[in-house]
């Protein structure tokens, strides 16, 4: 999409609520050995179809490269959707990240943003 974000909320789950956070609290996920992943529900759906040689062929790379840009990886789950999955690093590790919903000016989603908490607040 091309239209800028004219608005951002933090990405819930159903039965979370921001009224009941904190100044400094927020809704996230547990990202594991330093690795996020990102997906859909069709996407993750799709995947419980795959045995774990498959999983371990395109996720799983025999050599993590330096570059955190370069480590990404992302492939198509769902060939008649298109839906895909990111594997990505989650910066300085294991914790909780949140993740962010551009909404354009007439509410469409533009983007999803992760924080993964690399750039210091201050």
Known sequence: MDEPVAAWSMALLPGQ???S?????????AADS??????DQ???????????ERIDEVFIP??????PIDAVVSAVAEERT???????????????YATYVGHTADG???SFVTDFRVVPLE
């Open 17 to 19: 609520d921001v009224a």
């Open 21 to 29: 956070l904190g100044d400094e609290d927020f809704f996230g996920y």
């Open 34 to 39: 330093g690795i996020g992943t990102l997906a």
């Open 42 to 52: 069709v996407a993750l759906e799709a995947l419980r179809e795959w045995d774990f």
């Open 62 to 67: 025999a050599q993590v490269p330096d570059d």
């Open 82 to 96: 298109g839906a895909n999955v990111y594997v990505v690093g989650s910066g300085w590790g294991d914790g909780v």
């Open 108 to 110: 469409r989603i533009a």
